[in-house]
DNA sequence: GTAGATTAAAAAATCGATTATTTTGTCTAA
DNA sequence: TTAGACAAAATAATCGATTTTTTAATCTAC
C-alpha cells in the first residue's frame, strides 16, 4: 500500500514521525479541547522536540484532518458540531459495510485466523480492565482486521480517518461499562458471521453496530458542550 | 467546511501554502515521473523557495497521498499500478455516484444556476481551444460543483483527493479530442438530469461519464507504462 | 571475482537564530 | 465611552548552518 499513512515509527524513527504519531494519539484520544490553539512553543516542550520537526508533524496532521491550519496564524484543533458528527456516523455506515461485505467476498483463511486472533486479545484486553490506550489500539486493530481484505487500499485509507475523526466524539468523556459490553458481543458476532461469509447479516450487524456507537459518541458530545 | 483542504494561497499566502498548491498542480498534472524520488535541493531551486517551507509542503502533500514519504530517504512520487487505477476508479462510481443522488435530493436554485455557469464556461474553454490548465480547471469546478449540495464535508473531501489521483493517471498523455467531446457531451446530459432531478438517470450517466474517463486513463497509462 | 568492511560523498533531518505577521495593550481625538 | 492609530509583545514563518543518516565508492580477505 504505497499510499497508507506512515506505519507508527519505533525508536528509529524521525523525530517528526515520532512526534506525529503521539500528536495523532492525542488528538484522537481527546487530549485537547476542540477549537483550542496549539501554543506551537508549548508543544515543543510538551514532546521533547525542535520546531521543524514539530511543525512538519504539524502540516502533516492538518493534511490529514486532525487540525486546521490558518495562514499565518498557526494551528488550531478543529471545532466539533453534530452535523460533522453525523456525517462521520453515515459516512462510516457506507463505507465500513461496503468494505465489510468486499472482505467477507475475498478474505482467505489466513483472515480468518487474524480475526479471531485480534477479536481474542480485545476481549482479553477488557478483562484486564484496560490499561489506558491497549483497549482502543486493540479494539481499533479488530475493525481494521475486519475490513482488511476488502482490496480497496483507498477504502481503507478513508475508513482509518474516518475512525479517528469519529473517535474525536467517543472519546470526549470516561468510559461507559454499560454500552460498551453490548458493542464488545458484537464483536464476536461480527467474527461469526464473517467466518459464516453471511455478508448480508454482517453488514445488518455492522449498521448496527456503527449506530450503537454513534449514540454512544452523541452523548458524550453533548454532555460536552 | 472547517476541515477541507487550504484553498488556493494567493500572494499574500504563506511561502509553504504557495508551493503547496504548485507542487499539488504539478503532481497531478504529470510534471513529475512516478517513481521519482525528488530532489529537494533542485526542488528549492525550482519553486524558488527556502527549504523550511518546501519541506513542510512536502509533508501535507505525503499526508494527502500525492507524494510517499519514506523516513530518512525523503520523499518520492508514487508509483502508478493499473490495480490502483481501477480501486481509484471504482471508488469514484461508488462516491460520485453517492454525492450525485445526494445532490439532486438537496441543492436548491443557487445551486442549479452555478451548474449551468459551470458548464458553460467549461464548453467555452473548450472552444477556446484550451490554453494549457485552463480547461482542467474548469472541468474540475464543474465536477466539484455538481456534487457540491450532498451536505458531506468528508464525502467532498475524499472525492476530491480520488479525483486527483484519476488525474495522475488521466494526464499521463496529451489530449485525445475524440473521446474528449463524447465526455464533454455528457456534461450537459448531466446538467440536464440533474436540473431535471431525475436521480436515478443522473447516476447511471454518472456511471458511465467515469466508466469512459477511466478507459481513456487506462489506455494512457498503458501507453506510459 | 565476490562478500563484507571501510571510508567519502550526498542527502535528509534537525537546530538555533532571524524575519515577518498578528495580537495585545495603550493612548488620543471625536 | 469609544473608534481608530500606534507601539510593544507574542507568535508564526522562514532562513542558514549543523548534525545525522543513507548511498556510493573503494578496498581487503577469502
Same mark, same amino acid.
Given at each position: 500500500m504505497s499510499n497508507s499513512l506512515p506505519t507508527p515509527a519505533g525508536p528509529a524513527g524521525t523525530a517528526s514521525s515520532r512526534v506525529f504519531d503521539h500528536l495523532r494519539k492525542d488528538l484522537v484520544g481527546g487530549r485537547f479541547v476542540a477549537g483550542e490553539k496549539l501554543a506551537i512553543n508549548a508543544l515543543k516542550d510538551r514532546y521533547q522536540v525542535g520546531l521543524s520537526p514539530l511543525r512538519e508533524a504539524l502540516n502533516k496532521l492538518a493534511a490529514y484532518g486532525l487540525l486546521v491550519q490558518e495562514n499565518q496564524r498557526g494551528f488550531r484543533v478543529p471545532k466539533l458540531s453534530?452535523?460533522?458528527?453525523?456525517?462521520?456516523? &453515515?459516512?462510516?455506515?457506507e463505507m +465500513?459495510?461496503?468494505?465489510?461485505?468486499?472482505?467477507?467476498?475475498k478474505g482467505d483463511s489466513l483472515w480468518e485466523a487474524d480475526l479471531l486472533a485480534a477479536a481474542h486479545r480485545l476481549k482479553r484486553a477488557d478483562i484486564t480492565l484496560d490499561k489506558g490506550e491497549e483497549w482502543e489500539h486493540l479494539h481499533t486493530q479488530f475493525h481494521r482486521t475486519l475490513v482488511a481484505p476488502c482490496g480497496s487500499v483507498w477504502l481503507l485509507r478513508f475508513i482509518e480517518q474516518l475512525h479517528d475523526q469519529f473517535d474525536r466524539?467517543?472519546?470526549?468523556?470516561?468510559?461507559?461499562?454499560?454500552?460498551? &459490553?453490548?458493542?464488545? +458481543? &458484537?464483536?464476536? &458476532?461480527?467474527?461469526?458471521l464473517a467466518l459464516q461469509r453471511d455478508a448480508k447479516a454482517a453488514r445488518a450487524l455492522m449498521d448496527d453496530h456503527i449506530h450503537k456507537s454513534y449514540e454512544v459518541a452523541l452523548k458524550r458530545y453533548q454532555e460536552h458542550v
Open positions: 453534530r452535523d460533522e458528527l453525523d456525517d462521520i456516523a &453515515q459516512m462510516r455506515l +465500513e459495510g461496503m468494505a465489510l461485505e468486499r472482505a467477507i467476498a466524539y467517543r472519546r470526549l468523556g470516561p468510559k461507559m461499562p454499560t454500552i460498551r &459490553q453490548e458493542l464488545d +458481543e &458484537q464483536h464476536h &458476532q461480527l467474527v461469526e
